[in-house]
């Protein structure tokens, strides 16, 4: 396939037909999370928002990034903050007051990366998402909340460095997601932020973000017409990351039943302390001995 409106239209097709909405019924999470946030947790993350933190988002956006489809990039929003900064700031927080995002607010380029040299066919690339700035200041000020209530990740290379100091035999085994992002249903998202006690402004909040979501594909550099998304994690979102390790959670579950019923013995760091799976953006690390 040669012609450009061909390409084209082949890329549009297919992350429009991958980012549909689903088709099939999910598994219904029935088991209640021991881990729930609390009542001031819930608080802090519905609290009004305020100039100082919508400009500490916008500074830790960084300022040599792509831009996305309204082509400022942060660079310029520094440079010109003491002229554009009122504006970024009623913008914002008129997000966090009705809780919509208007269409086009949340438009995105998606842009292709080789995954092979000489790609010539669409699975040759895999794919991040230039996010428009706007919204990227709005997700950047969930994103900082939200981290405030979730756990910090154990770090595998101290656990593998600690068993062979010891001595201890072990079993470590990585599973990746295929698709881990891509494949994320918003309902199973919004089902999630529930059961870990997410209030409902908030549960509003993040429902926005996902459902104003659109795109258009860059094919050497020129945008096919856009598309809405109905699933999925746009990587590039500073959301994404977060919003996917709360939907592991599920996994953790499920996976801690095992271990409390004895079918599987984690790593025992000492009397009180075992670890039997670590949980990433796109993989899992499951360990025993």
Known sequence: MESPHLVKHEFFEHFKNRFEKPNKSRILLETDFVKRISLEQNDDLKRKVSNEEIK?????????KAPGPDDFTFG?????WDIIGNDVVDAVKWF?????IPKGGNSSFITLIHKVPNANMVKD?????LIGSLYKVIAKVLANRLVTVLDGPFILNEIVHWCKNKKKQSMIFKVDFEKAYDSVRWDFVDD???RFGFGEKWCKW???????SRGSVLVNGSPTKEFQFHKGLKQGDPLSPFL?????????VSFQRVVDAGLFNGIKLDSSLHISHLFYDDDAIFMGQ
């Open 96 to 100: 966090f007051l009705h809780g919509e």
């Open 192 to 194: 999630i932020l529930r």
């Open 76 to 80: 310029f929003y520094r440079r010109y």
């Open 56 to 64: 500490m988002a916008v500074w830790d956006c960084g300022i040599d």
């Open 125 to 129: 690339f895999r794919h991040i998402s």
């Open 244 to 252: 996917f390790i709360l939907v592991m959670e599920s996994l953790h």
């Open 206 to 212: 993040i429902q926005s973000c996902l459902y104003s």
